[in-house]
């Protein structure tokens, strides 16, 4: 019982600031609907045909192949994404509030990305360095699909929408309810 709705906010002339006030506002509202389990938000919803993030890589303590490009597919979500979504963290921890704009840039890691890069070690506090930026990996995800049901484990990653926002997200809601019962009460509260 997930549904999953987007806002165009881009489009209606919203900036980073008042967008990040709009969401806050829209997802406190979402959550006080009755039935609803949780909400988060994502840039790219699983299953859709927009683009992944992707960025080429340097892996603290992996040295590449000569012909490899270190490059791994990301998406930026919310605290409380992966509950709703429905992936388990099986190591570390989720996403917070608190990993915003101002804390140390963090990110969680697939266990397909985990076994290629760090083998055999205790992934929480090795780092990535994403866009010339030094990561502090905090959990590992279990593996899920993205684009199809049958699609093969990649490495992927995700990073908190809090520490590189975007002005278009979509948001993911997880119900006790039918999702029709969800979608009626979004029309009608938020």
Known sequence: NVVVSAVDLFSSGYKPDRAKIFYEQMLERIRALPGVQSVALARVRPFSYAVYSSAPLEIEGYQ?????????????????????IGIPIVA??????????????????????????????????????????????VGVAKNANYRTKLEQSTPFFYVPVRQN??????????????????????????
């Open 64 to 84: 590449p192949p000569r012909n490899e490009q270190v490059t791994a597919e990301y998406n930026q979500v919310g605290e409380g994404y992966f509950t709703t």
């Open 92 to 137: 570390g921890r989720e996403f917070t509030r608190n990993d915003d704009e101002n804390a140390p840039p963090v990110a969680i890691v697939n266990e397909t990305m985990a076994a290629k890069y760090w083998p055999g070690k205790d992934l929480v506090g090795q780092r990535l360095k994403v866009k010339d930026k030094w990561t502090e990996i």
């Open 165 to 190: 926002f975007f002005v278009q997200n979509n948001i993911i809601i997880r119900t006790e309810q039918s999702p029709a019962a969800i979608r009626n009460a979004l029309a009608r509260e938020v």
